[in-house]
Protein backbone atom coordinates (compact mmCIF):
# COMPACT_ATOMS: atom_id res chain seq x y z
CA UNK A 1 0.00 0.00 0.00
CA UNK A 2 0.85 3.45 -0.26
CA UNK A 3 2.96 5.15 2.60
CA UNK A 4 5.09 7.52 4.12
CA UNK A 5 7.27 7.09 6.53
CA UNK A 6 9.21 9.93 8.45
CA UNK A 7 11.99 9.82 10.75
CA UNK A 8 14.25 11.98 12.36
CA UNK A 9 12.79 13.30 14.59
CA UNK A 10 14.34 14.07 19.09
CA UNK A 11 14.93 16.23 21.31
CA UNK A 12 17.34 18.74 20.87
CA UNK A 13 18.61 21.99 22.84
CA UNK A 14 17.28 25.68 21.06
CA UNK A 15 19.45 26.42 18.53
CA UNK A 16 20.36 22.89 17.38
CA UNK A 17 19.46 21.12 13.89
CA UNK A 18 17.76 18.50 13.37
CA UNK A 19 17.13 16.70 9.78
CA UNK A 20 13.96 14.84 8.65
CA UNK A 21 13.33 12.44 6.45
CA UNK A 22 10.26 11.71 4.69
CA UNK A 23 10.44 8.06 2.64
CA UNK A 24 7.67 7.09 0.39
CA UNK A 25 6.82 3.24 -0.54
CA UNK A 26 4.24 2.12 -2.64
CA UNK A 27 4.68 5.35 -5.46
CA UNK A 28 7.14 7.33 -7.12
CA UNK A 29 7.18 10.43 -5.69
CA UNK A 30 8.22 12.36 -8.86
CA UNK A 31 4.66 12.59 -9.62
CA UNK A 32 3.58 14.47 -6.79
CA UNK A 33 4.17 17.89 -4.56
CA UNK A 34 5.48 16.93 -1.10
CA UNK A 35 5.00 19.18 1.93
CA UNK A 36 6.30 19.45 5.75
CA UNK A 37 3.67 20.06 8.12
CA UNK A 38 3.81 20.13 12.13
CA UNK A 39 1.15 19.82 15.18
CA UNK A 40 1.72 21.10 18.24
CA UNK A 41 -0.74 19.95 21.47
CA UNK A 42 -3.81 21.78 21.36
CA UNK A 43 -3.06 23.78 18.43
CA UNK A 44 -4.24 22.87 14.58
CA UNK A 45 -1.42 21.60 11.82
CA UNK A 46 0.20 23.82 10.46
CA UNK A 47 2.14 24.15 7.20
CA UNK A 48 5.74 24.25 7.33
CA UNK A 49 7.11 23.87 3.87
CA UNK A 50 6.49 22.58 0.39
CA UNK A 51 8.40 21.55 -2.63
CA UNK A 52 6.78 21.08 -6.05
CA UNK A 53 7.60 18.60 -8.79
CA UNK A 54 9.68 21.60 -10.56
CA UNK A 55 11.76 22.13 -7.41
CA UNK A 56 10.42 25.62 -6.18
CA UNK A 57 9.61 25.96 -2.63
CA UNK A 58 7.59 27.85 0.17
CA UNK A 59 8.13 28.25 3.56
CA UNK A 60 5.77 29.50 6.65
CA UNK A 61 6.76 32.62 7.62
CA UNK A 62 7.67 31.22 11.23
CA UNK A 63 10.32 28.98 9.82
CA UNK A 64 11.78 31.11 6.94
CA UNK A 65 15.74 31.12 6.95
CA UNK A 66 16.19 28.56 9.42
CA UNK A 67 14.09 25.36 7.73
CA UNK A 68 15.04 23.60 3.97
CA UNK A 69 12.85 21.21 2.16
CA UNK A 70 14.47 19.54 -0.24
CA UNK A 71 14.17 15.97 -2.54
CA UNK A 72 16.09 13.23 -3.82
CA UNK A 73 14.19 11.97 -6.11
CA UNK A 74 16.17 8.79 -6.85
CA UNK A 75 15.50 7.98 -3.12
CA UNK A 76 11.85 8.44 -3.83
CA UNK A 77 12.95 10.90 0.02
CA UNK A 78 11.35 14.17 1.08
CA UNK A 79 13.91 16.28 3.78
CA UNK A 80 13.42 18.98 6.19
CA UNK A 81 16.37 20.82 7.24
CA UNK A 82 15.99 22.39 10.24
CA UNK A 83 18.35 25.20 12.07
CA UNK A 84 18.46 27.39 14.84
CA UNK A 85 15.43 25.24 16.44
CA UNK A 86 13.23 26.87 19.08
CA UNK A 87 11.50 25.85 21.66
CA UNK A 88 8.36 27.01 19.68
CA UNK A 89 9.49 24.75 16.76
CA UNK A 90 8.16 21.84 19.53
CA UNK A 91 6.00 19.46 17.35
CA UNK A 92 4.66 16.34 15.68
CA UNK A 93 6.50 16.64 11.99
CA UNK A 94 4.35 14.94 9.43
CA UNK A 95 5.09 14.69 5.70
CA UNK A 96 2.67 14.80 2.93
CA UNK A 97 1.94 14.39 -0.71
CA UNK A 98 -0.64 15.20 -3.10
CA UNK A 99 -0.64 13.57 -6.72
CA UNK A 100 -0.46 17.12 -9.12
CA UNK A 101 -0.42 17.49 -13.04
CA UNK A 102 0.70 20.83 -12.19
CA UNK A 103 4.59 21.35 -11.88
CA UNK A 104 4.53 24.39 -9.71
CA UNK A 105 2.17 23.68 -7.72
CA UNK A 106 3.46 24.19 -3.87
CA UNK A 107 0.77 24.80 -0.85
CA UNK A 108 1.00 24.82 2.46
CA UNK A 109 -2.72 23.98 3.16
CA UNK A 110 -3.42 20.63 4.40
CA UNK A 111 -6.24 19.85 2.60
CA UNK A 112 -4.42 19.40 -0.88
CA UNK A 113 -2.95 15.93 0.04
CA UNK A 114 -3.88 12.95 0.23
CA UNK A 115 -1.01 10.93 1.75
CA UNK A 116 0.19 11.37 5.10
CA UNK A 117 3.05 10.15 6.93
CA UNK A 118 2.80 9.03 10.70
CA UNK A 119 4.45 11.68 12.55
CA UNK A 120 7.79 12.17 13.90
CA UNK A 121 8.59 14.18 17.09
CA UNK A 122 10.45 16.83 17.58
CA UNK A 123 11.10 18.20 20.76
CA UNK A 124 12.94 21.70 21.21
CA UNK A 125 13.70 22.42 25.10
CA UNK A 126 17.02 22.93 27.46
Known amino acids: QLQLVESGGGLVQPGGSLRLSCAAS????????RGWFRQAPGKEREGVSC???????TYADSVKGRFTISRDNAKNTVYLQMNSLKPEDTSIYYC????????????????????WGQGTQVTVSS
Open 96 to 115: AAVFTTVQAMCVIGPRPYGY
Open 26 to 33: GFTLDGYA
Open 51 to 57: ISRSGST
